[in-house]
Nanobody, 126 residues
Framework: QVQLVESGGGLVQAGGSLRLSCAAS????????MGWFRQAPGKERTFVAGISRSGANTDYEDSVKGRFTISRDNAKNTVFLQLNNLQPEDTAVYYC???????????????????WGQGTQVTVSS
């Protein structure tokens, strides 16, 4: 099983930016599709962005399109999430997730991901 460790969260003002990182170990990173999810207090964990094994395909939840960018560096076993123009409604714990797959596909469903990081807090003040 792959282990995931997120970093890069913090407190920013509305309109600011952050770059989240998720470092993977214990698995063959290139075999995993990756996803970023977030969970606000009292709410369910929801999909934010996903990237295929090769990085050729990406997918975004509608509210973050044009503001967030997911990318990966397979040589460094790391996936990134660039968060621009952050808004108070983006405040949440952000989780990285990994799913081993033989296809170059992306899924949005949390239950399809067996591997999760511990999360990193993003707080956006108005």
């Amino acid at each position: 099983q792959v282990q995931l460790v997120e970093s890069g969260g913090g407190l920013v003002q509305a309109g600011g930016s952050l770059r989240l990182s998720c470092a993977a170990s214990g698995g063959i990173f290139v075999l995993y599709a990756m996803g970023w999810f977030r969970q606000a207090p009292g709410k369910e964990r929801t999909f934010v962005a996903g990237i295929s094994r090769s990085g050729a395909n990406t997918d975004y939840e509608d509210s973050v399109k044009g503001r967030f960018t997911i990318s990966r560096d397979n040589a460094k076993n790391t996936v990134f999430l660039q968060l621009n123009n952050l808004q108070p409604e983006d405040t949440a714990v952000y989780y990285c997730a990994a799913r081993a797959t033989i296809a170059n596909t992306i899924t949005r469903q949390p239950h399809d991901f067996p591997n999760w990081g511990q999360g990193t807090q993003v707080t956006v003040s108005s």
